[in-house]
Protein backbone atom coordinates (compact mmCIF):
# COMPACT_ATOMS: atom_id res chain seq x y z
CA UNK A 1 0.00 0.00 0.00
CA UNK A 2 2.83 2.29 -1.09
CA UNK A 3 0.21 5.11 -2.29
CA UNK A 4 -1.28 5.58 1.17
CA UNK A 5 1.83 6.19 2.45
CA UNK A 6 3.44 8.62 -0.06
CA UNK A 7 0.06 9.55 -2.14
CA UNK A 8 -0.05 9.76 -5.37
CA UNK A 9 1.96 12.39 -7.70
CA UNK A 10 -0.48 11.56 -10.49
CA UNK A 11 -3.43 13.09 -8.43
CA UNK A 12 -2.04 15.92 -7.31
CA UNK A 13 -0.39 16.81 -10.82
CA UNK A 14 -3.85 15.94 -12.41
CA UNK A 15 -5.76 18.40 -9.82
CA UNK A 16 -3.31 20.99 -10.46
CA UNK A 17 -3.61 20.97 -14.26
CA UNK A 18 -7.05 21.69 -14.15
CA UNK A 19 -6.19 24.21 -12.33
CA UNK A 20 -3.95 26.19 -14.17
CA UNK A 21 -5.91 26.33 -17.01
CA UNK A 22 -7.56 28.91 -15.01
CA UNK A 23 -4.24 30.55 -15.82
CA UNK A 24 -4.08 29.98 -19.43
CA UNK A 25 -7.64 31.56 -19.94
CA UNK A 26 -6.14 34.31 -18.03
CA UNK A 27 -3.42 35.24 -20.59
CA UNK A 28 -5.81 34.24 -23.43
CA UNK A 29 -7.81 36.47 -22.47
CA UNK A 30 -5.73 39.67 -21.72
CA UNK A 31 -4.00 38.94 -24.72
CA UNK A 32 -6.33 38.60 -27.49
CA UNK A 33 -6.66 41.89 -27.75
CA UNK A 34 -3.15 42.22 -28.89
CA UNK A 35 -4.38 40.68 -32.05
CA UNK A 36 -8.02 42.06 -32.67
CA UNK A 37 -7.41 45.22 -31.57
CA UNK A 38 -6.27 47.38 -35.13
CA UNK A 39 -9.43 45.42 -36.98
CA UNK A 40 -12.00 46.51 -33.98
CA UNK A 41 -10.72 50.03 -34.22
CA UNK A 42 -11.02 49.76 -37.78
CA UNK A 43 -14.80 48.05 -37.77
CA UNK A 44 -16.09 50.85 -34.98
CA UNK A 45 -14.47 53.60 -37.00
CA UNK A 46 -17.37 52.76 -39.64
CA UNK A 47 -20.23 53.95 -37.05
CA UNK A 48 -22.10 57.31 -38.46
CA UNK A 49 -23.70 58.05 -34.85
CA UNK A 50 -20.46 59.05 -32.70
CA UNK A 51 -16.79 59.39 -33.41
CA UNK A 52 -14.71 56.57 -32.17
CA UNK A 53 -11.69 58.62 -31.04
CA UNK A 54 -8.07 57.34 -29.62
CA UNK A 55 -9.40 57.54 -26.33
CA UNK A 56 -12.27 55.34 -26.89
CA UNK A 57 -10.40 52.69 -28.50
CA UNK A 58 -7.78 53.07 -25.75
CA UNK A 59 -11.17 52.42 -23.20
CA UNK A 60 -12.13 49.55 -25.14
CA UNK A 61 -8.64 48.07 -25.26
CA UNK A 62 -8.52 48.29 -21.48
CA UNK A 63 -12.04 47.05 -20.52
CA UNK A 64 -11.66 43.78 -19.56
CA UNK A 65 -9.38 45.22 -16.78
CA UNK A 66 -12.11 47.01 -15.22
CA UNK A 67 -13.58 43.28 -14.55
CA UNK A 68 -10.20 42.30 -13.24
CA UNK A 69 -11.13 44.88 -10.97
CA UNK A 70 -14.52 44.27 -10.10
CA UNK A 71 -13.10 40.13 -9.93
CA UNK A 72 -10.31 40.07 -8.07
CA UNK A 73 -12.10 42.51 -5.26
CA UNK A 74 -14.78 39.98 -5.18
CA UNK A 75 -12.82 36.87 -5.00
CA UNK A 76 -12.32 37.32 -1.00
CA UNK A 77 -16.47 37.14 -0.89
CA UNK A 78 -16.08 34.47 -3.55
CA UNK A 79 -13.59 32.14 -2.48
CA UNK A 80 -14.94 32.40 1.43
CA UNK A 81 -18.79 31.60 0.64
CA UNK A 82 -18.78 29.70 -1.98
CA UNK A 83 -15.60 27.76 -1.49
CA UNK A 84 -12.66 27.94 -4.19
CA UNK A 85 -13.73 25.43 -6.75
CA UNK A 86 -17.30 26.90 -7.20
CA UNK A 87 -15.81 30.48 -7.88
CA UNK A 88 -13.73 28.78 -10.82
CA UNK A 89 -16.56 27.14 -12.21
CA UNK A 90 -18.24 30.60 -12.16
CA UNK A 91 -14.79 32.12 -13.88
CA UNK A 92 -15.19 29.69 -16.82
CA UNK A 93 -18.91 30.58 -17.06
CA UNK A 94 -18.01 34.19 -17.18
CA UNK A 95 -14.96 33.44 -19.70
CA UNK A 96 -17.23 31.33 -22.12
CA UNK A 97 -20.12 33.99 -21.85
CA UNK A 98 -17.52 36.92 -22.48
CA UNK A 99 -16.02 35.06 -25.88
CA UNK A 100 -19.01 34.26 -27.37
CA UNK A 101 -20.43 37.75 -26.43
CA UNK A 102 -17.46 40.05 -27.61
CA UNK A 103 -17.66 37.77 -31.21
CA UNK A 104 -21.06 38.43 -31.79
CA UNK A 105 -22.00 41.49 -29.57
CA UNK A 106 -25.43 42.41 -31.69
CA UNK A 107 -26.93 38.99 -30.55
CA UNK A 108 -30.72 39.81 -29.90
CA UNK A 109 -30.52 43.26 -29.87
CA UNK A 110 -28.52 44.80 -32.70
CA UNK A 111 -28.30 45.06 -36.53
CA UNK A 112 -25.32 42.75 -37.72
CA UNK A 113 -22.24 44.30 -38.96
CA UNK A 114 -23.86 47.75 -38.17
CA UNK A 115 -20.95 49.69 -35.94
CA UNK A 116 -22.75 51.93 -33.19
CA UNK A 117 -21.78 53.84 -29.70
CA UNK A 118 -24.81 51.58 -28.10
CA UNK A 119 -23.28 48.36 -30.08
CA UNK A 120 -19.82 49.57 -28.73
CA UNK A 121 -21.30 49.82 -24.65
CA UNK A 122 -22.44 45.99 -25.22
CA UNK A 123 -18.95 44.60 -26.78
CA UNK A 124 -17.33 46.47 -23.72
CA UNK A 125 -19.99 45.14 -21.03
CA UNK A 126 -19.11 41.18 -22.66
CA UNK A 127 -15.84 42.09 -22.12
CA UNK A 128 -16.08 43.38 -18.53
CA UNK A 129 -17.77 39.91 -18.14
CA UNK A 130 -14.63 38.62 -19.24
CA UNK A 131 -12.36 40.36 -16.67
CA UNK A 132 -14.70 39.08 -14.05
CA UNK A 133 -13.74 35.85 -14.64
CA UNK A 134 -10.10 37.03 -15.12
CA UNK A 135 -9.87 38.37 -11.76
CA UNK A 136 -11.56 35.80 -9.80
CA UNK A 137 -9.62 33.32 -11.80
CA UNK A 138 -6.27 35.19 -11.39
CA UNK A 139 -6.47 35.71 -7.46
CA UNK A 140 -8.25 31.81 -6.94
CA UNK A 141 -5.98 29.49 -8.97
CA UNK A 142 -2.83 30.54 -7.35
CA UNK A 143 -4.85 30.22 -3.72
CA UNK A 144 -6.40 26.48 -4.99
CA UNK A 145 -3.13 25.34 -6.12
CA UNK A 146 -1.57 26.65 -3.11
CA UNK A 147 -3.89 24.83 -0.60
CA UNK A 148 -2.96 21.61 -2.17
CA UNK A 149 0.00 21.37 -2.83
CA UNK A 150 2.84 20.09 -0.59
CA UNK A 151 4.91 22.74 1.12
CA UNK A 152 8.01 21.58 0.01
CA UNK A 153 7.05 21.34 -4.24
CA UNK A 154 4.36 24.37 -3.62
CA UNK A 155 6.40 27.17 -5.63
CA UNK A 156 6.58 24.88 -8.24
CA UNK A 157 3.20 24.00 -8.60
CA UNK A 158 2.27 27.87 -8.31
CA UNK A 159 4.38 28.80 -10.65
CA UNK A 160 3.11 26.45 -13.67
CA UNK A 161 -0.07 28.69 -13.23
CA UNK A 162 2.17 31.55 -15.07
CA UNK A 163 3.38 29.31 -16.88
CA UNK A 164 -0.16 28.83 -17.95
CA UNK A 165 -0.70 32.46 -18.30
CA UNK A 166 2.33 32.97 -20.52
CA UNK A 167 1.19 29.74 -22.46
CA UNK A 168 -2.04 30.80 -22.66
CA UNK A 169 -0.63 34.29 -24.65
CA UNK A 170 1.55 32.48 -26.74
CA UNK A 171 -1.57 30.18 -27.91
CA UNK A 172 -3.53 33.39 -28.66
CA UNK A 173 -0.46 35.00 -30.32
CA UNK A 174 -0.48 32.19 -32.13
CA UNK A 175 -4.41 31.81 -33.06
CA UNK A 176 -4.61 35.50 -33.62
CA UNK A 177 -1.49 34.69 -36.47
CA UNK A 178 -3.40 31.77 -37.71
CA UNK A 179 -6.68 33.31 -38.15
CA UNK A 180 -5.17 36.38 -39.86
CA UNK A 181 -3.77 34.35 -42.24
CA UNK A 182 -3.19 36.09 -45.51
CA UNK A 183 -5.57 38.93 -44.60
CA UNK A 184 -3.48 41.87 -43.43
CA UNK A 185 -4.67 44.39 -40.50
CA UNK A 186 -5.77 48.00 -41.44
CA UNK A 187 -3.76 50.79 -41.17
CA UNK A 188 -4.63 53.78 -39.35
CA UNK A 189 -3.70 57.39 -39.29
CA UNK A 190 -5.75 60.33 -37.52
CA UNK A 191 -8.75 58.45 -37.28
CA UNK A 192 -8.60 57.60 -41.53
CA UNK A 193 -8.13 53.97 -42.31
CA UNK A 194 -6.00 53.88 -45.55
CA UNK A 195 -6.07 50.62 -46.39
CA UNK A 196 -10.16 49.81 -46.14
CA UNK A 197 -10.13 47.61 -49.47
CA UNK A 198 -7.05 44.66 -48.66
CA UNK A 199 -8.32 44.91 -44.71
CA UNK A 200 -11.88 44.47 -45.16
CA UNK A 201 -12.56 40.48 -43.95
CA UNK A 202 -10.51 41.41 -40.54
CA UNK A 203 -12.17 45.05 -40.18
CA UNK A 204 -15.54 42.91 -40.80
CA UNK A 205 -14.58 39.32 -38.98
CA UNK A 206 -11.51 38.67 -38.64
CA UNK A 207 -11.34 40.20 -34.66
CA UNK A 208 -14.95 38.43 -33.76
CA UNK A 209 -13.37 35.05 -34.64
CA UNK A 210 -10.28 35.92 -32.62
CA UNK A 211 -12.56 36.62 -29.49
CA UNK A 212 -14.81 33.26 -30.73
CA UNK A 213 -12.00 31.36 -30.19
CA UNK A 214 -11.76 31.35 -26.65
CA UNK A 215 -14.61 30.13 -25.91
CA UNK A 216 -13.27 26.22 -26.32
CA UNK A 217 -10.64 26.78 -23.74
CA UNK A 218 -13.23 28.37 -21.41
CA UNK A 219 -15.81 25.78 -21.84
CA UNK A 220 -13.29 22.73 -21.29
CA UNK A 221 -12.33 24.10 -18.09
CA UNK A 222 -15.59 24.86 -16.67
CA UNK A 223 -16.46 21.53 -17.50
CA UNK A 224 -13.04 20.23 -16.09
CA UNK A 225 -13.19 22.07 -13.27
CA UNK A 226 -16.08 20.47 -11.66
CA UNK A 227 -14.00 17.06 -11.09
CA UNK A 228 -11.68 18.45 -8.89
CA UNK A 229 -12.27 18.25 -4.72
CA UNK A 230 -12.56 21.75 -3.18
CA UNK A 231 -9.43 22.81 -1.20
CA UNK A 232 -8.31 20.85 2.52
CA UNK A 233 -7.94 24.32 4.01
CA UNK A 234 -11.52 25.52 2.99
CA UNK A 235 -13.22 22.14 3.87
CA UNK A 236 -11.87 22.75 7.58
CA UNK A 237 -12.59 26.28 7.58
CA UNK A 238 -16.37 24.96 6.64
CA UNK A 239 -16.51 21.83 9.19
CA UNK A 240 -15.86 19.16 6.29
CA UNK A 241 -12.88 17.79 8.21
CA UNK A 242 -13.47 14.16 6.87
CA UNK A 243 -13.52 15.27 3.31
CA UNK A 244 -10.36 17.16 3.76
CA UNK A 245 -8.53 14.00 5.55
CA UNK A 246 -9.63 12.39 2.18
CA UNK A 247 -8.37 14.59 0.01
CA UNK A 248 -4.86 15.18 2.49
CA UNK A 249 -4.35 11.90 2.51
CA UNK A 250 -4.63 10.93 -1.08
CA UNK A 251 -2.39 13.76 -2.12
CA UNK A 252 0.38 13.29 1.16
CA UNK A 253 -0.40 9.75 2.27
CA UNK A 254 -2.36 8.81 5.15
CA UNK A 255 0.24 9.69 8.07
CA UNK A 256 1.17 12.90 6.90
CA UNK A 257 -2.61 13.55 5.98
CA UNK A 258 -3.48 13.46 8.98
CA UNK A 259 -0.38 15.83 10.09
CA UNK A 260 -1.14 18.56 7.99
CA UNK A 261 -4.84 18.09 8.71
CA UNK A 262 -4.05 18.63 12.51
CA UNK A 263 -1.53 21.73 11.87
CA UNK A 264 -4.58 23.41 9.50
CA UNK A 265 -7.02 22.88 12.94
CA UNK A 266 -4.54 24.11 14.70
CA UNK A 267 -4.11 27.58 13.27
CA UNK A 268 -7.80 27.83 11.54
CA UNK A 269 -9.19 28.44 14.86
CA UNK A 270 -11.35 31.40 14.19
CA UNK A 271 -13.13 31.56 10.44
CA UNK A 272 -13.30 35.43 9.91
CA UNK A 273 -10.04 37.05 12.08
CA UNK A 274 -10.07 40.60 11.28
CA UNK A 275 -7.65 41.59 8.23
CA UNK A 276 -4.97 43.37 10.56
CA UNK A 277 -4.82 40.63 13.35
CA UNK A 278 -0.83 40.14 11.99
CA UNK A 279 -0.50 44.09 11.73
CA UNK A 280 -0.06 45.85 8.79
CA UNK A 281 3.08 44.93 7.37
CA UNK A 282 1.99 41.89 5.51
CA UNK A 283 -0.76 43.12 4.09
CA UNK A 284 1.40 46.17 2.68
CA UNK A 285 3.92 44.16 1.26
CA UNK A 286 1.03 41.94 -0.67
CA UNK A 287 -0.06 45.08 -2.21
CA UNK A 288 3.44 46.31 -2.88
CA UNK A 289 3.98 43.10 -4.77
CA UNK A 290 1.21 43.47 -7.00
CA UNK A 291 1.64 47.05 -7.42
CA UNK A 292 5.72 46.52 -8.51
CA UNK A 293 4.38 43.41 -10.62
CA UNK A 294 2.58 45.81 -12.95
CA UNK A 295 4.35 49.35 -12.55
CA UNK A 296 7.38 47.71 -14.17
CA UNK A 297 5.38 48.14 -17.69
CA UNK A 298 5.28 44.71 -19.07
CA UNK A 299 1.68 44.47 -19.78
CA UNK A 300 2.21 47.81 -21.81
CA UNK A 301 4.73 45.40 -23.43
CA UNK A 302 2.43 42.33 -23.62
CA UNK A 303 -0.77 44.22 -24.65
CA UNK A 304 0.36 46.15 -27.57
CA UNK A 305 3.52 43.51 -28.80
CA UNK A 306 2.42 43.97 -32.43
CA UNK A 307 1.88 47.49 -32.55
CA UNK A 308 5.42 48.21 -30.68
CA UNK A 309 7.16 45.93 -33.07
CA UNK A 310 5.51 47.46 -36.26
CA UNK A 311 6.38 50.88 -34.86
CA UNK A 312 10.16 49.49 -34.65
CA UNK A 313 10.52 49.43 -38.56
CA UNK A 314 9.74 45.25 -38.29
CA UNK A 315 8.18 43.70 -41.41
CA UNK A 316 5.98 40.64 -39.89
CA UNK A 317 5.22 42.15 -35.83
CA UNK A 318 2.83 39.04 -35.57
CA UNK A 319 5.68 36.98 -36.60
CA UNK A 320 8.22 38.90 -33.90
CA UNK A 321 5.21 38.81 -31.04
CA UNK A 322 4.84 35.02 -31.99
CA UNK A 323 9.00 34.88 -31.19
CA UNK A 324 8.49 37.14 -27.90
CA UNK A 325 5.92 34.38 -26.41
CA UNK A 326 8.13 31.33 -26.91
CA UNK A 327 10.84 33.63 -25.03
CA UNK A 328 8.80 34.40 -22.10
CA UNK A 329 7.38 30.33 -21.97
CA UNK A 330 11.30 29.58 -21.87
CA UNK A 331 12.39 31.95 -18.72
CA UNK A 332 9.07 31.02 -17.24
CA UNK A 333 10.38 27.02 -16.55
CA UNK A 334 13.46 28.98 -15.58
CA UNK A 335 11.52 30.23 -12.90
CA UNK A 336 9.34 27.02 -12.41
CA UNK A 337 12.71 24.99 -11.99
CA UNK A 338 14.55 27.09 -9.55
CA UNK A 339 12.25 28.32 -7.24
CA UNK A 340 12.35 25.89 -4.53
CA UNK A 341 15.94 26.08 -4.66
CA UNK A 342 17.04 29.71 -5.36
CA UNK A 343 14.24 30.95 -3.12
CA UNK A 344 11.64 33.34 -4.24
CA UNK A 345 13.70 36.73 -3.05
CA UNK A 346 16.80 35.65 -5.34
CA UNK A 347 14.87 35.54 -8.30
CA UNK A 348 12.79 38.78 -7.90
CA UNK A 349 15.89 40.90 -7.00
CA UNK A 350 17.56 39.09 -9.96
CA UNK A 351 14.88 39.51 -12.06
CA UNK A 352 14.28 43.13 -11.58
CA UNK A 353 17.53 44.03 -12.34
CA UNK A 354 17.57 41.83 -15.57
CA UNK A 355 14.32 44.34 -16.58
CA UNK A 356 16.02 47.09 -15.16
CA UNK A 357 19.35 46.93 -18.03
CA UNK A 358 16.41 45.72 -20.65
CA UNK A 359 14.20 48.97 -19.92
CA UNK A 360 17.19 51.37 -20.41
CA UNK A 361 18.07 49.55 -23.61
CA UNK A 362 15.22 49.88 -25.05
CA UNK A 363 14.72 53.93 -23.61
CA UNK A 364 18.49 54.40 -25.20
CA UNK A 365 17.84 52.55 -28.48
CA UNK A 366 14.31 52.84 -29.32
CA UNK A 367 13.66 55.22 -32.52
CA UNK A 368 17.18 54.77 -34.21
CA UNK A 369 16.78 52.90 -37.36
CA UNK A 370 19.92 51.72 -37.17
CA UNK A 371 19.68 49.93 -33.54
CA UNK A 372 16.34 48.13 -34.26
CA UNK A 373 18.65 44.86 -33.44
CA UNK A 374 19.34 46.08 -30.64
CA UNK A 375 16.19 47.70 -29.62
CA UNK A 376 14.13 44.09 -30.25
CA UNK A 377 17.26 42.47 -28.14
CA UNK A 378 16.62 44.36 -25.46
CA UNK A 379 12.35 44.11 -25.42
CA UNK A 380 13.32 40.29 -25.32
CA UNK A 381 15.92 40.79 -22.04
CA UNK A 382 13.04 42.99 -20.48
CA UNK A 383 10.54 40.46 -20.84
CA UNK A 384 12.38 37.61 -20.13
CA UNK A 385 13.61 38.72 -17.13
CA UNK A 386 10.01 39.44 -15.92
CA UNK A 387 9.13 36.24 -16.89
CA UNK A 388 11.69 34.17 -14.80
CA UNK A 389 10.83 36.24 -11.72
CA UNK A 390 8.26 38.48 -11.16
CA UNK A 391 5.34 37.09 -13.67
CA UNK A 392 5.48 33.81 -11.51
CA UNK A 393 7.15 34.20 -8.63
CA UNK A 394 4.65 37.40 -7.46
CA UNK A 395 1.79 34.70 -8.06
CA UNK A 396 3.86 32.25 -5.62
CA UNK A 397 4.07 34.84 -2.72
CA UNK A 398 0.76 36.44 -2.63
CA UNK A 399 -0.57 32.69 -2.57
CA UNK A 400 1.42 31.52 0.25
CA UNK A 401 2.70 35.12 2.65
CA UNK A 402 -0.81 35.27 4.04
CA UNK A 403 -2.06 33.33 7.06
CA UNK A 404 -4.66 30.83 6.71
CA UNK A 405 -7.66 32.67 8.25
CA UNK A 406 -7.36 36.27 6.34
CA UNK A 407 -6.12 34.69 3.26
CA UNK A 408 -8.90 34.68 1.26
CA UNK A 409 -9.66 38.80 2.45
CA UNK A 410 -5.92 39.81 1.88
CA UNK A 411 -5.01 37.98 -1.42
CA UNK A 412 -8.00 39.69 -2.87
CA UNK A 413 -7.15 43.53 -2.04
CA UNK A 414 -3.52 42.32 -3.05
CA UNK A 415 -4.86 41.54 -6.30
CA UNK A 416 -7.24 44.00 -6.77
CA UNK A 417 -4.27 46.57 -6.64
CA UNK A 418 -2.45 43.77 -9.15
CA UNK A 419 -5.23 44.63 -11.55
CA UNK A 420 -5.66 48.39 -10.64
CA UNK A 421 -2.02 49.01 -11.05
CA UNK A 422 -2.39 46.96 -14.80
CA UNK A 423 -5.35 49.31 -15.70
CA UNK A 424 -3.15 52.05 -14.97
CA UNK A 425 -0.13 51.01 -16.87
CA UNK A 426 -2.23 49.63 -19.86
CA UNK A 427 -4.18 53.03 -20.33
CA UNK A 428 -1.47 55.32 -19.91
CA UNK A 429 1.37 53.36 -22.27
CA UNK A 430 0.17 55.31 -25.07
CA UNK A 431 -0.06 58.79 -24.47
CA UNK A 432 3.46 58.50 -22.49
CA UNK A 433 4.76 56.30 -25.16
CA UNK A 434 3.09 59.41 -27.87
CA UNK A 435 4.61 62.39 -25.68
CA UNK A 436 6.55 64.46 -27.19
CA UNK A 437 8.81 67.73 -26.12
CA UNK A 438 9.45 70.63 -28.19
CA UNK A 439 11.12 68.81 -31.49
CA UNK A 440 12.12 65.88 -29.80
CA UNK A 441 9.47 63.42 -31.01
CA UNK A 442 11.52 60.38 -29.29
CA UNK A 443 10.33 62.03 -25.84
CA UNK A 444 7.91 59.50 -25.22
CA UNK A 445 9.87 56.83 -25.80
CA UNK A 446 12.68 56.95 -23.87
CA UNK A 447 10.98 58.58 -21.00
CA UNK A 448 8.57 55.84 -20.87
CA UNK A 449 10.72 52.95 -20.61
CA UNK A 450 13.17 55.16 -18.27
CA UNK A 451 10.27 55.16 -15.72
CA UNK A 452 9.93 51.41 -16.63
CA UNK A 453 13.51 50.80 -15.88
CA UNK A 454 13.74 53.36 -12.30
CA UNK A 455 10.87 51.12 -10.80
CA UNK A 456 12.44 48.06 -11.65
CA UNK A 457 15.25 49.47 -9.61
CA UNK A 458 13.04 50.22 -6.87
CA UNK A 459 11.57 46.94 -7.01
CA UNK A 460 14.82 45.14 -6.23
CA UNK A 461 15.22 47.16 -3.14
CA UNK A 462 11.84 46.99 -1.73
CA UNK A 463 12.12 42.83 -2.21
CA UNK A 464 15.81 43.14 -0.69
CA UNK A 465 14.83 45.60 2.74
CA UNK A 466 11.02 43.67 3.13
CA UNK A 467 9.94 40.54 1.33
CA UNK A 468 10.48 37.27 3.55
CA UNK A 469 12.05 34.29 2.22
CA UNK A 470 9.29 31.60 2.37
CA UNK A 471 10.90 28.85 0.42
CA UNK A 472 10.18 25.27 2.29
CA UNK A 473 7.25 27.08 4.88
CA UNK A 474 4.20 25.55 5.37
CA UNK A 475 0.96 27.76 4.76
CA UNK A 476 0.48 26.60 8.93
CA UNK A 477 3.78 28.67 9.30
CA UNK A 478 3.03 31.54 8.18
CA UNK A 479 0.80 32.58 11.17
CA UNK A 480 4.18 32.30 13.04
CA UNK A 481 6.16 34.27 10.86
CA UNK A 482 3.96 37.45 11.08
CA UNK A 483 2.87 36.93 14.62
CA UNK A 484 6.72 37.10 15.53
CA UNK A 485 7.07 40.04 13.37
Known amino acids: MQQDQTGSKSYLLTIVMVAVLGGLLFGYDTAVISGAEKGLQAFFLGASDFTYTDAWHGFTCASALIGCIIGSGLSGYFASNWGRKNSLIFAGLMFFVSALGSMNPEFLFYEYGVPSFSLLITFNIYRVIGGIGVGLASAICPMYIAEVAPSNIRGTLVSWNQFAIIFGQLVVYFVNFVILGNNVNPVIESLKILNPDEAAWTISTGWRYMFGSEAVPAGLFALLICLVPETPRYLVMVGKDSKALAVLQRINGAQEGQSILNDIKNTITEKTERLFT ?11 LSVFQQAVGINAVLYYAPRIFGDMGMTNPMVNTVVMGVVNILFTLVAIFTVEK ?10 SIGMAIGAFGVAITFGNPSLS ?6 IMVYSASFMMSWGPICWVLIAEIFPNTIRGKAVAI ?4 QWIFNWIVSSTFVPMFNMTLGDDKDFGHWFTYGLYGIICVLAAVFVWRLVPETKGKTLEEMSSLWKKN
Open 278 to 288: YGWLVIFIGIM
Open 342 to 351: WGRKPLLITG
Open 373 to 378: IACMMS
Open 414 to 417: AVAF
